[in-house]
């Protein structure tokens, strides 16, 4: 396909490189110049703006901060082909109203940033999620862009945008929250800086992602975000609780419990492959229950769906 990818940072640059490396016809651009500059020294296709980036595109993906979506959206104002976009929530993408547009997320990135960052094997497994709006998006759509990215070794998820936004809000955006508040914990706290060890690294690790970039994440999803995490707390209010009683390690237990079974639980493991037709309410069924597509194949997909909860659990 003759592909256009408008933002060349981690995301958008590391797509850029994959396309290509799929072999496909690639131009990107950048609203800055020593990001044009530096893709064009790595010897990528980089045009001067946006209408010449998508001239004879027959996809466009987005890879621009949420609060400059809008404008960039408004030059596409006339382009006739297929849109996704890399954005990390979509309800206020869908918003925009855009024409041919599947809304889009890999679930891939780093603590680093920007174009210096790209890997053209971000993707590798990574799940995609791939919004499908009932009686809005069209499935030759939403196929097309399912056939790209999966033929890319990505694991499409389809999802409406509502669901997206709330399941992100669950695994994304609010461990960042969590992760920041712990981080804090070493300001001005030199004893716990040097005896910190791999559980503080490893519930920090996102934190030291740019502070723009996480309240982009959270303040483009508050109202999911807000949700997620008033549970959160109340959750951690019931562990307070419990730490109260008159014999806490035996009231932690339960809770405790269940999420060590979750966590090794995860990440699911797959079933069986299996091709199906493809129709929007299947597609919408299996990315609720978890599956996920692997391959498309005309109108037919190559689905994997969960293996059932007992045999996922180890002992």
């Known amino acids: 396909m ?31 110049p020593a990001t044009r500059d530096l893709a064009g020294k790595d010897g990528r296709k980089v045009a001067g703006s946006v209408a010449e980036a998508v001239a004879g595109a027959e996809l466009v993906a987005l890879a621009v901060p949420l609060p400059v979506l809008p404008g960039v959206v408004a030059e596409l104002a006339g382009h006739d082909g297929l849109i996704t976009d890399v954005t990390s929530v979509k309800g206020p993408v869908r918003a925009l109203g855009i024409r041919r547009f599947v809304g889009g997320h890999p679930m891939a990135g780093k603590e680093t940033s920007g174009y210096s960052a790209a890997d ?39 999802v409406t945008a509502d669901e997206h936004d709330r399941a992100v809000a669950q695994i994304s955006h609010v461990p960042h929250l969590l992760a920041a508040a712990l981080a804090r914990l070493l300001v001005d706290n030199p004893l716990a800086a040097t005896l910190g060890a791999g559980s503080f690294r490893d519930g920090t690790r996102v934190a030291a992602t740019r502070a723009e970039l996480i309240a982009a994440m959270c303040g483009g999803n508050a109202t999911a975000t807000g949700e997620v995490l008033t549970a959160v707390l109340d959750d951690l209010r019931q562990r307070l609780d419990e730490l109260s009683a008159p014999d806490p390690v035996e009231a ?41 597509i692997t391959g498309v194949s005309e109108s037919r997909v190559t689905v994997l769906t969960m293996r059932p909860e007992t045999d996922r659990i180890a002992p």
């Open 252 to 292: 932690l237990i339960p809770a405790l419990r269940e999420a060590g079974d979750a966590r090794r639980a995860w990440p699911p493991r797959p079933g069986a492959a299996a091709e199906e037709p493809a129709g929007v309410a299947e597609l919408l069924a299996l990315g609720r229950a978890g599956g996920w």
């Open 120 to 158: 053209p094997r971000l993707f590798d497994g990574c799940a995609w999620v791939l919004c499908l709006e009932p009686g809005e998006t069209a499935l030759e759509d939403w196929l097309t862009a399912a056939a790209l990215f999966t033929a890319m070794g990505a694991r499409v998820v389809p």
């Open 2 to 32: 003759n592909v256009a990818v408008i933002g060349l940072g981690l995301i958008g640059g590391s797509l850029l490189q994959a396309l290509e490396a799929a072999g496909h016809e690639v131009t990107g651009y950048d609203a800055d």
